[in-house]
């Protein structure tokens, strides 16, 4: 079946510094791709859809120039928390649908990140 | 607005039967999933309904009616491993997915 790996399962990181979370889609193209963040005993939130080639779709109330999202390719597309503060601390999976598998197929997850910051 | 109402938490006896139910309003209907995703994990895919009627696979089925907005999850010889969140998602008319805040599952030998 589709698989979906993402990179690093968990991050520590000091304030103000970026991290980068990675999205790759193993063994089928995914020409789209969705970030979520999920808080303690929440649901999953979508943060935007990025798209191959061109410009992500945020959600309401996501900053773009803070959750800095590229997709450079058909298998890889990446987030990169920038400016990093404690509230931004969460875990964030990625997820991506096989087109050949139809619009009826079922969204896979990476294992996603669990990112603190200190 | 659009909505998805599950039970926050249940308990159930290993070997026993469990039933969680998920009631949704949304712009629209292009399916519905079930998802089970343990503490610490992303989300695994259990099961996909879009017409009316029960969908069978191993000891998990799945159940939608469409008319009532409804949907329920059935997890058969309960193990302990089920022990898990349990996430009802339904794809709207734009085929966004709408998540519900997923349900606890505590397994109790």
């Known amino acids: 079946g589709a698989v979906v790996s993402q990179h690093p399962s968990r991050v520590i990181c000091k304030s103000g510094t970026s991290v980068k979370i990675e999205c790759r889609s193993l063994?089928?193209?995914?020409?789209?791709m969705f970030w979520y963040r999920q808080f303690p005993k929440k649901s999953l939130m979508l943060m935007a859809t990025?798209?191959?080639?061109?410009?992500?779709?945020?959600e309401q109330g996501v900053e773009k120039d803070k959750f800095l999202i590229n997709h450079a390719s058909l298998t890889l597309s990446t987030l990169t928390v920038t400016s990093a503060h404690p509230e931004d601390s969460s875990f964030y999976i990625c997820?991506?649908?096989?087109?050949?598998?139809?619009?009826?197929?079922?969204?896979?997850f990476g294992n996603g990140t669990r990112l603190t910051v200190t | 607005g659009q909505n998805i109402d599950q039970p926050t938490e249940m308990t159930a006896t290993e070997g026993a039967i469990v039933q969680i139910n998920c009631t949704y309003q949304?712009?629209?209907?292009?399916?519905l999933f079930w998802y089970q995703q343990h503490a610490g994990e992303a989300p695994t895919f259990l099961s996909y309904?879009?017409l009316d009627g029960l969908e069978e696979k191993g000891r998990f089925s799945s159940f939608l009616s469409r008319s009532k907005g409804y949907s329920y999850l059935l997890l058969k010889e309960l193990q302990m491993k089920d022990s898990a969140s349990y996430l009802c998602?339904?794809?709207?008319?734009?085929?966004?997915?709408?998540w519900g805040a997923g349900t606890k599952l505590i397994i109790k030998p």
């Open positions: 990025s798209n191959e080639g061109s410009k992500a779709t945020y």
């Open positions: 949304t712009s629209g209907f292009n399916g």
């Open positions: 309904n879009v």
């Open positions: 998602a339904v794809r709207d008319s734009n085929y966004q997915l709408i």
């Open positions: 997820s991506a649908r096989d087109p050949v598998a139809g619009e009826n197929s079922p969204l896979h």
């Open positions: 063994d089928f193209q995914a020409t789209t």
